[in-house]
Every structure is written in C-alpha cells, then in structure tokens.
C-alpha cells in the first residue's frame, strides 16, 4: 500500500510541478510590488486629465538554453484613476492587462482591460485581445482590437 502510495504522489509531483522546455533556462521571475505613479495628461482630451495608476505587477521572462530572453508576460492587480483638471470630475478602472512581450521587450500583445493609445482613435479604454504596433508618448500603440473600445476622453465627458 505504501509503495502504491509513493508512485502515485511521485507521479502526480511530476505532473503538477512546472518544467522548464527542453533547451530553456529557468524563467527569471520579477515578484509583485506596490507602486503608485501619477501622470498628466494637459493633451489628450479638450480638457486637461491626470492619471494615478496603483497596484501590483508580476513580470516573466523566458529564456533560452544561452539565457538570451526570448518573450516575456507581466499582469497583477493595476488599477487607473483619470482625474479632470478643471471639473475633479473622476473614473476609476481597472486595466489588469496581461502584457505579452517579445524577445527586446516590447508589448506585442495585451488581452483583458487596457487604457492606452488607439492608431487613429486616440486614448481608448480597450476590452478584449489587443495588438499592439509600437508606442506612442512612451504608451503601447493599439493597432487591432478583437472586442470594444471607447474614447477615453468620451467617459470623461
């Protein structure tokens, strides 16, 4: 019994522990941290908006047998409050992403919520599975969406 035992919790230890692809190094992992930024934003509506943007990011980066990044993924609990200037007038939403990366770093992909900017829209709060082509003012460029978005400066309104 004790033999039957031992080969079933070894053979499930082998099934539920994470492995490492054959020719890969082990992933480097970035642990959640608590941060709080806040950015103004005097131009991307008619009327002036400030972001704070709060919470918690878990970054992985996976890597080849050399260690060399190959992609990468970060989400945790983000949170983004869009203040106006001139009214106090404020939303809360939150944009938990997750970010798909490639192999320099860059944001390929997103899915979930997102706040960012929309080729030939503007500041969008976007739903669904993104792509992204780029950046703009330093902020991941969307140029596809497979699901809804809406003017930012609309729900500001």
Same mark, same amino acid.
């Given at each position: 019994?004790?033999? =039957?035992?031992? +080969?079933?919790?070894?053979?499930?230890? +082998?099934?539920?522990? @994470?492995?490492? @692809?054959?020719?890969?190094?082990?992933?480097?992992?970035?642990? /959640?941290?608590?941060?709080?930024?806040?950015?103004? #934003?005097?131009?991307?509506?008619? #009327? /002036?908006? $400030?972001?704070?943007?709060?919470?918690?990011?878990?970054?992985? $980066? *996976?890597?080849?047998?050399?260690?060399?990044?190959?992609?990468? #993924?970060?989400?945790?609990?983000?949170?983004?409050?869009?203040?106006?200037?001139? =009214?106090?007038?404020?939303?809360? *939403?939150?944009?938990?992403? @997750?970010?798909? #990366?490639?192999? &320099?770093?860059?944001?390929?992909?997103?899915?979930?919520?997102? =706040?960012? @900017?929309?080729?030939?829209?503007?500041?969008?709060?976007?739903?669904?599975?993104? $792509?992204?082509?780029?950046?703009?003012?330093? *902020?991941?460029?969307?140029?596809?969406?497979?699901? &809804?978005?809406? &003017?930012?400066?609309?729900?500001? &309104?």
């Amino acid at each position: 019994m004790r033999r =039957t035992l031992a +080969a079933v919790l070894l053979a499930l230890g +082998a099934v539920v522990l @994470p492995s490492v @692809p054959a020719g890969a190094a082990q992933p480097q992992i970035t642990l /959640p941290s608590s941060f709080e930024v806040v950015i103004p #934003f005097p131009d991307i509506c008619a #009327f /002036p908006i $400030t972001a704070v943007v709060r919470g918690r990011t878990l970054s992985i $980066t *996976f890597l080849d047998a050399s260690g060399t990044a190959v992609r990468g #993924f970060a989400g945790g609990q983000l949170f983004v409050t869009y203040t106006r200037d001139d =009214t106090g007038f404020a939303r809360t *939403f939150a944009i938990a992403g @997750p970010t798909f #990366f490639d192999a &320099s770093g860059v944001a390929i992909r997103g899915t979930g919520r997102w =706040t960012t @900017p929309m080729v030939d829209v503007g500041w969008v709060l976007a739903n669904g599975n993104l $792509t992204f082509d780029g950046t703009q003012d330093g *902020f991941s460029l969307i140029s596809a969406v497979n699901g &809804s978005s809406v &003017s930012l400066c609309d729900l500001l &309104s």
